[in-house]
């Protein structure tokens, strides 16, 4: 290489060259035309010459990938997300001695020479076949630019980011044309402007403003002269010399700069040399990228949010179409978590169960009406250290969520309820409930098939001490959680109410899977998730009326363009006056039965315990007129714990139920999560309290009870008339608020509700 061919003439890199040059001026290669001696460039041997004029002529620009920052619904910065951590500035922002900086280093004659420098190349040409390699390139700044754009178009395909920065001669020569077409159209500032927005400086910042941020902690505009030279010497070889990694390096680099900046007459030769006396004095500021920096422990909704854009087609039809709108960046996204009520939940989980535990809580709050999700915290925080995680136990598996979710125990009740209401049982419904019996079956299915148990192995309900034993009417049997009873009310149903009911309130098992049609699920054995639990119950508290959750409020992308967002789609689940039902029973539940340590003093409040066999799971799921939450306890790993004779939070617990521990954590959560806003009423209804029998039934069938519920519409219209014997005038319902008549013969009023222990 570098020899003349026999008889004279140029050598082999030089006819390069002049070929290169020749054929850019002209504008035209010939297709096909073969380049002598083409390695001599130090390109790759492989890479063909394509027609220059097949090439097109417009190059894509794609928009840079810059940093995502979420907001909660006030405003303040939860989290900022990148894909590539960039800023992207305008030149009047970017110091003066930078711009000549990074000039002076990469392309000394860049406002002297149109897209390509002949000069340059001849003499990159020339050392290069001297010492028989690649040791000087002849790319302009305008050409590193339109390298970069393929970079940058690559995104993270590895495939398409070498075939970018392929050492070929086709690459070579389709940078060429792009970069004539860059040079008339942008102009050298533009350019200029552009590649200090795009180019790498390493330690994950792209772009000066973050490299700038990175390395000193200062916006580009108040850049010093010796930093601005040591970032521009960065560019060559981002890993070679950096100054975080090895200072002597980059130091050497800064000052190669420097001189440089003095020689063609940038800086004085005084100045260089004052500059090149300062040691290197870094600011560094760690890179932090994604929901790990999220504050207020809104790392898991932060998670969520990010989940929740990525597989919602309002974004794009594809995931791979929204993942590149994310990947993109720039974006500023308002969310709909609420600052008080999230702090409220972080505070009560700390409270309550400490990070260290062996067991872990998740406090999920929304607010009905509207599906807004307003707070998402857990006791393990975000992250990947010692009794951290990145599971967020509050949603389902394809958002982020366990593999499973977790059984519900007691707290699947209210849903059975609800369907028998609608079905036409009435509010004052009587069942033997005996404390253990088996499954009873037959029971219908919605695919016309039946659940049977089988006389091999029969299986079968209990409640949760022996004293509890029926009959029972359904107020205090919601009051107690008795299990036989609600097993013996789902038989009567039968499972298809129920599932058609679960699937109104957007209950789903947290794995994807279709709700099992089983009478165990009267005993909570579906394993769901917070967000799912939280949100179902919103529905009673918004008095029958299902909202699907969200968590962005508004999106603007780098321009400040409003992009669209999906809003909330709110359909009636069950009858007003069913809701209004559910919401007295459960308000017993927190006024005087196992949720009692739950129930709010200042405002309305209704909910239910939950806790699941061996005590592996405990719920308490509730809620108020403008807020709903969902707390559960247990362990959030493949190891089941039992709950008993377990230290939590720093106190002992002999049995861990949902009264007791999940229980206090909603009331602290919630209650600073209201502090100093409005408390609306429920609108309740009378339920009497039936006379059941002395003693009951103690076999497998509800005790006498003649009257059967008829369809809607008919004398038994929803509503219906009590079954069994009943004594009219013992009312039940919550004070305060307003009264309706849901089913003829309930009376309508205050009173007191009955009974309650803690439930299992």
């Not at 013996?488 to 129920?498: H, K, N, Y």
């Not at 003649?706 to 219906?720: L, R, V």
Request: overall charge neutral.
């Amino acid at each position: 290489m570098g020899k003349k061919r026999s008889g004279g003439g140029l050598t082999g890199s030089q006819q390069a060259a002049k070929f290169l040059g020749v054929s850019v001026l002209s504008g035209v290669v010939l297709a096909g035309m073969a380049i002598p001696a083409a390695g001599a460039l130090g390109l790759a041997a492989k890479g063909t010459v394509e027609g220059f004029d097949e090439i097109p002529a417009n190059l894509k620009t794609p928009p840079l990938s810059q940093r995502t920052t979420i907001l909660d619904a006030e405003g303040d910065v939860i989290a900022t997300v990148y894909s590539r951590d960039r800023q992207v500035v305008p030149l009047t922002a970017i110091s003066p001695y930078m711009q000549k900086a990074i000039v002076a280093i990469e392309d000394s004659r860049f406002y002297e020479h149109g897209a390509i420098d002949l000069k340059g190349i001849l003499r990159a040409v020339n050392r290069n076949a001297q010492e028989g390699g690649a040791a000087q390139g002849a790319s302009t700044l305008t050409q590193q630019y339109v390298k970069n754009v393929f970079v940058e178009e690559a995104g993270d395909d590895s495939t398409k980011v070498r075939e970018a920065q392929e050492k070929s001669l086709g690459r070579k020569i389709r940078e060429l044309k792009y970069s004539i077409q860059v040079e008339e159209e942008l102009g050298k500032k533009k350019i200029l402007e552009n590649y200090l927005n795009i180019t790498f400086f390493g330690q994950a910042a792209y772009g000066i403003e973050s490299a700038a941020q990175r390395y000193f902690s200062k916006p580009a505009k108040d850049l010093t002269l010796e930093e601005s030279a040591l970032l521009a010497g960065v560019v060559q070889s981002p890993s070679r010399y950096d100054p975080v990694n090895d200072v002597t390096e980059a130091t050497k680099r800064r000052n190669l700069v420097l001189q440089r900046m003095a020689d063609i007459k940038d800086i004085s030769q005084a100045e260089a040399d004052a500059a090149k006396a300062k040691p290197v004095a870094l600011k560094v500021t760690r890179p932090k990228n994604g929901c790990i920096t999220a504050v207020k422990g809104a790392g898991f909704f932060c998670d969520y949010v990010e989940k929740a854009f990525l597989t919602d087609p309002v974004f794009g039809k594809t995931r791979e179409e929204r993942a590149k709108v994310w990947n993109r960046g720039g974006l500023t996204v308002r969310t709909t978590l609420d600052p008080q009520a999230q702090d409220a939940a972080n505070e009560s989980i700390k409270d309550h169960v400490y990070q260290e535990d062996s067991v872990a809580t998740a406090v999920t709050m929304i607010q009905p009406g509207t599906g807004r999700v307003l707070a998402m915290g857990q006791s393990k925080p975000y992250g990947f250290g010692k009794n951290e995680t990145v599971i967020n136990f509050s949603v389902d598996k394809r958002m982020g969520g366990s593999n499973f979710g977790f059984q519900v125990g007691s707290t699947f009740k209210p849903f059975i309820a609800a369907a028998a209401l609608e079905r036409g049982l009435p509010a004052t419904k009587v069942y033997a409930a005996p404390n253990k019996m088996d499954y009873p079956s037959p029971i219908s299915r919605c695919d016309g098939t039946s659940y049977i148990n089988p006389p091999s192995k029969r299986e079968t309900a209990e409640n949760e001490t022996e004293d509890e034993v029926g009959p029972y009417a359904l107020k205090t049997a919601m009051e107690k959680s008795i299990n036989t009873y609600f097993v013996e009310m789902i038989s009567e149903i039968g499972l298809c109410p129920v599932t058609e009911m679960t699937q109104k309130l957007g209950v789903v098992p947290a794995d994807g899977s279709k709700l099992p049609e089983g009478p165990s699920i009267a005993l909570g054995s579906a394993e769901l998730s917070p967000l799912t639990m939280a949100n179902a119950y919103a529905t009673f508290a918004n008095r029958g009326v299902y909202c699907t959750p969200i968590a962005i409020e508004s999106i603007t992308d780098a321009h400040g363009k409003a992009l669209a967002v999906p809003k909330s789609k709110c359909e009636r689940a069950m009858a007003t006056e069913t809701a209004d039902t559910i919401n007295t029973l459960l308000r017993g539940v927190v006024d005087s039965g196992t949720g009692e340590r739950a129930g709010l003093t200042d405002r309305d409040s209704a909910g239910k315990t939950g806790t699941t066999d061996s005590r592996h799971n405990a719920w308490f799921v509730g809620y108020t007129p403008n807020i709903s939450g969902a707390v559960w306890v247990g362990s959030g790993g493949a190891k089941k714990i039992t709950m008993e004779q377990i230290r939590i939070g720093g106190q002992y617990y002999p049995k861990v139920f949902g009264g007791g521990l999940p229980g206090p954590i909603w009331k602290d959560a919630i209650t600073g999560a209201l502090s100093g806003r409005e408390a609306p009423t429920f609108t309740t209804v009378s339920i009497p309290e039936p006379t059941v029998p002395s003693g009951g039934s103690r076999g497998n069938k509800p005790a006498d009870n003649p009257s059967k519920p008829g369809k809607p519409g008919g004398d038994n219209k929803p509503g219906g008339r009590p079954g069994g014997t009943t004594t009219v005038g013992a009312t039940g319902g919550a004070t305060g608020g307003t009264t309706q008549t849901p089913f003829p013969g309930i009376t309508i009023g205050p009173g007191g509700i009955i009974g309650g222990r803690e439930d299992q």
